[in-house]
């Protein structure tokens, strides 16, 4: 039951829409569910589950990401500073389904005076941090190791292409403002330990000024024309040619450790 649990939760936020709406079962409010079909749509969404992980197991043996890990040398409660954000070193205890044994995962979570947090600390204390795991019995395509593990992750670079008019009480005119903008973070890494599937997400953003998005062209004012076509305010070489630094994400993973613990 553990198992389904887990991987309803992940099919809640992995699967599609879709594929939610072709559950084979279900309830309405006031009626007695059978238990035999709430277990047949945990099966259905866990079936999901192993297809998706399968796709996107091939995407990444086709589309391996060039990385060489530089392991850093840090103690639980250390604090580190990445791209202009604080981290925590934190150390998260996990158990492996295949054969009980104890680990910890040691990696950088956000600190609360990373500049993201408004609220006042006092070091080290770090906002929430989570560690998924789930029990899969097939070997995880990867790029690098983690310890000796088997790991993989996937910068991921998004562009926002973003055109809209506001009212300029100044010329007293209707005005066309465009804008785009550019992030990448690694918000899936992953690793193999025995039969458990670890996933975690890096708050690591990579843009000028700690931003979260780097703007490649902003244009706004009179001298551009207030029409449905955008096409004329893209600098397309600007977009083309813009680089944001890999360097910062692959700083998280480098600080990112297996701690194998004796069986007591």
């Known amino acids: ?17 879709n594929a939610l709406a072709q559950l084979p079962h279900s309830f309405k409010n006031g009626e007695v569910a059978d238990a035999d079909e709430v277990n047949a749509n945990f099966t259905y969404l866990e079936n999901e589950v192993k297809k998706l992980a399968a796709k996107t197991d091939a995407w990444a ?8 890990p530089q392991p850093r040398s840090t103690n639980i409660g250390d ?11 934190v150390g998260m205890p996990f158990v492996d389904f295949a054969d009980g044994s104890r680990h910890i995962l040691k990696y950088p979570a956000a600190s609360c005076q990373s500049g993201k947090s408004s609220q006042p600390c006092q070091s080290p204390y770090f906002t929430s941090t989570t560690v998924s795991t789930s029990h899969i019995n097939a070997p995880m395509t990867s790029n690098f190791t983690v310890s000796g593990y088997p790991a993989r992750f996937t910068p991921y670079e998004s ?19 465009f804008t785009v903008s550019e992030s990448i973070n ?21 843009g000028p000024d700690d931003d979260s998005f780097s703007s490649i062209i902003h244009q706004r ?7 449905a076509d955008f096409s004329d305010e893209i600098d397309w070489n600007a977009v083309r040619n813009h680089q944001l630094p890999h360097d910062t994400i692959y700083q998280f993973v480098d600080y990112v450790e297996v701690i194998d613990l004796p069986s007591p």
């Open 1 to 17: 039951m553990l198992r389904h649990k887990l991987s309803l939760m992940m099919a809640a936020t992995l699967i599609s829409f």
């Open 61 to 68: 043996a086709q589309n391996p990401h060039p990385y060489t």
């Open 79 to 89: 604090e580190v500073t990445i791209n202009g954000m604080k981290f925590v070193i």
């Open 159 to 177: 562009r926002s292409y973003r055109g809209t008019f506001y009212y300029n009480y100044t010329t007293k005119q209707t005005e066309p403002e």
């Open 186 to 206: 690694a918000t899936n890494i992953q690793i193999m330990v025995g039969e458990t599937y670890l996933s975690f997400y890096s708050p690591l953003t990579a």
């Open 221 to 227: 004012g009179p001298q551009h024309t207030a029409d």
